[in-house]
C-alpha cells in the first residue's frame, strides 16, 4: 500500500477513564494513543500528535489521513486503572476481541515495525544525555533504551514469545525479538490471546507501539542533536 494523503472517516477511538487521567487511542492505529487530565484535553492531545504519527504511516508505506483528527468517533469508555493514572494504556477494549484477517494482521505488525525503526532513528540522533526534566528527572538515552528493550521482552511473553531482554547494543538479539513479535502479530487471529493470560493481538500492538513511540518522542523532545 503506498504512503500519502487520504480523506478520512471518523476516527475510532476509545477512552480509558482513570481517576487522573483519560487515555484516547485509536482502535486501528496502533501505539497513536495519548492523555490528558479528562477526555477533551486527551482527544485534543491525540489530534497533536497527527504530524508525528503520520510518520509512522509512512515508514509503513501505509497511508495516514491527512483529516484523521478532525473528527473522532468515541465507540468505547472503558473504567481505568492504576496503571492509566500512572501513564500506560492499560484496559482491553471491546474492539479487541475482534478477529483479525491476514490484510489487517499485516498492516498492524507492519505499523509496530515502523514504530521500532522510527524508535531507532531517533535513538541514534539522540545525545547519551538528555535535557532533564523540571525537577531534574528523566532516564538519558541509554537507559531509555534498555526500558524499551525490557518492556518489549515482558509483553512479547503475552504473545507467547519467550526471549530474555537485548543487552544494549545487541543488535542481532533485538532484531530476533522483534521478528518474533511482529511474526505473531502478522498472523490472522480469531481475536482471543495466543496464550493464557496473554494479550488479544490488537490489544497487544497497541501497547507495544505506543511505549516505543511514546519514548521515541520523549527523546526527540529532550534531546540534543547529534552533530
Known sequence: ???GAVHAEPTGVYLELGKRRVFACALDWPGWC???KGEELALEALAEYIPRYA???ELAGIAFPEDAGSSFRVVERLPGSATTDFGA???VAAGDAEALSGTEAERFSALVSASWELFDRVAAETSAQLRKGPRGGGRDRDKIIEHVLGAEASYA?????KHRQPDLGDT???AALRGAIAAVLRTPSDG???VPKGWPPRY??????WHVLDHAWEMEDRREIVG
Open 172 to 174: 542481532h538479539a533485538v
Open 204 to 209: 497487544a500492538a497497541r501497547r507495544i507501539a
Open 89 to 91: 494504556p492499560g484496559e
Open 157 to 161: 511473553r503475552k504473545l507467547g514469545v
Open 55 to 57: 510518520l509512522v504511516g
Open 1 to 3: 500500500m503506498e504512503a
Open 192 to 194: 482471543t490471546p495466543p
Open 34 to 36: 495519548r492523555s490528558g
